[in-house]
C-alpha cells in the first residue's frame, strides 16, 4: 500500500514561490506505469489537477498554470516537488499529492492520495 504525505509551509507571500515536497512509502516512484500528480482544491471549488511526473520523469502541466508550474523528483529520497511561481490569493487551497496507475489528468482517477496541506496566500 503506497503512503503519500504532503510537507511545506502553510503561508506564503503575494509573488512569491509555493513549494512542496510529496515523501512515498511503499513503493518506489520510479514504479512502471505510476503517475505522480498535485491537485489542489481552492475553497468552495472543485478538485483541480495541477499536474503530474511519470514514473519515467516525464512531467505533464494544466495549460492554464503551465507557465507558472513545476514538478521535479528526488529518486534517492521518494520524493516529488511542486513549485508554483508568482502566487497570488486565488492559490490558496488545499494541496494534495496522488498516483494513478496509469496516464490521468481527472482527480477521481488517482488511487492514493495524502491527506492534504492547507496553503494560504497571504501578506
Known amino acids: 500500500q503506497v503512503q503519500l504525505q504532503e510537507s511545506g509551509p502553510g503561508l506564503v507571500k503575494p509573488s512569491q514561490t509555493l513549494s512542496l515536497t510529496c515523501t512515498v512509502s511503499?513503493?518506489?516512484?520510479?514504479?512502471?506505469?505510476?503517475?505522480w500528480a498535485w491537485i489542489r482544491q481552492p475553497p468552495g471549488k472543485e478538485l483541480e489537477w495541477m499536474g503530474a511526473?511519470?514514473?519515467?520523469?516525464?512531467?505533464y502541466y494544466s495549460p492554464s498554470l503551465k507557465s507558472r508550474t513545476s514538478i521535479s523528483r528526488d529518486t534517492s529520497k521518494n520524493q516529488f516537488t511542486l513549485q508554483l511561481r508568482s502566487v497570488t490569493p486565488e492559490d490558496t487551497a488545499v494541496y494534495y499529492c496522488?498516483?494513478?496507475?496509469?496516464?490521468?489528468?481527472?482527480?477521481?482517477?488517482?488511487?492514493?492520495w495524502g491527506q492534504g496541506t492547507q496553503v494560504t496566500v497571504s501578506s
Open positions: 511526473i511519470a514514473y519515467s520523469g516525464s512531467t
Open positions: 496522488a498516483r494513478a496507475s496509469e496516464w490521468a489528468t481527472m482527480p477521481e482517477d488517482y488511487d492514493d
Open positions: 511503499g513503493g518506489p516512484i520510479t514504479t512502471n506505469s505510476d503517475y
